[in-house]
């Protein structure tokens, strides 16, 4: 079974508006870490957002927040004002096993920012 | 600049060859992950050390090896090499302590042919 699913392989928003990019984990760990990175047609990783799993509060860092909903399993990025420069790969992340585990990502939602 | 520092950026190389991927960490990080990104695959996790040792095992082929100096940089040796191993291979590190950044090298790109 997939550990990370993310639904959405491509989508589209207009610029300016604000886009929800998907994602849902399986875990039976309580320990956990989420994460978001973006992968432009440069192709580096750059890292955007993290929610621990007991995070009481949605992350955000600047346009992005993440909601977190853990009873659903799910780890929503949510892009605000969408700008030209966000069309890219964009990977969900986990990270079971403690501080130091590794990731398991998501298959990856191609955004494209439309002007 | 990440601070994970990842040579060659591109590698072009045969069948049957073996060549080396050479990763330093940002300053300070003591684990370092590879990972290998295909099409086909997606990212994949391959291998994990932590200051030194072999920490976690992912989806590494037999013919694939690693192993992190004593200055913490780290080289993964890819062998006998087929078509199917052309990828972008990514190297990451992360602090001590349990931090939760993990920093990504902008990655080597190995074309077999």
């Known amino acids: 079974a997939q550990k990370i699913t993310q639904t959405q392989p491509g989508m589209f928003v207009q610029e300016k508006e604000a886009v929800t990019l998907d994602c849902t984990y399986d875990?039976?760990?309580?320990?956990?870490?989420l994460f978001w990175y973006k992968q432009p047609s440069s192709g580096e990783m750059i890292f955007l957002i993290y929610q621990g799993s007991y995070d009481q509060q949605n992350a955000t860092e600047g346009r992005y927040s993440l909601n977190f909903q853990k009873a659903r399993k799910s780890a929503n990025l949510v892009i605000s004002a969408s700008q030209l420069g966000d069309s890219a790969m964009y990977f969900c992340a986990m990270r079971e096993g403690g501080s130091q585990g590794n990731l398991i990502f998501g298959k990856g939602t191609k955004l494209s920012v439309k002007p | 600049d990440s601070g994970v520092t990842q040579t060659p950026k591109h590698l072009i190389t045969a069948t049957g060859q073996r060549v080396t991927l050479r990763c330093s960490p940002r300053s300070g990080d003591l684990s370092v992950y590879w990972y290998q990104q295909s099409l086909d695959q997606g990212l994949q996790f391959l291998i994990q050390?932590?200051?030194?040792?072999?920490?976690a095992k992912g989806n590494i082929l037999e013919r694939f090896s690693a192993q992190q100096f004593p200055d913490l940089h780290s080289e993964l040796n890819l062998s006998s090499l087929e078509l199917g191993d052309s990828a972008l291979y990514f190297c990451?590190?992360?602090?001590?302590?349990?931090?939760?950044?993990?920093?990504f090298g902008s990655g080597t790109r190995l074309t077999v042919v």
């Open positions: 875990t039976s760990d309580p320990s956990y870490g």
């Open positions: 050390y932590y200051n030194g040792e072999e920490r």
């Open positions: 990451a590190s992360s602090p001590r302590g349990g931090a939760y950044g993990y920093t």
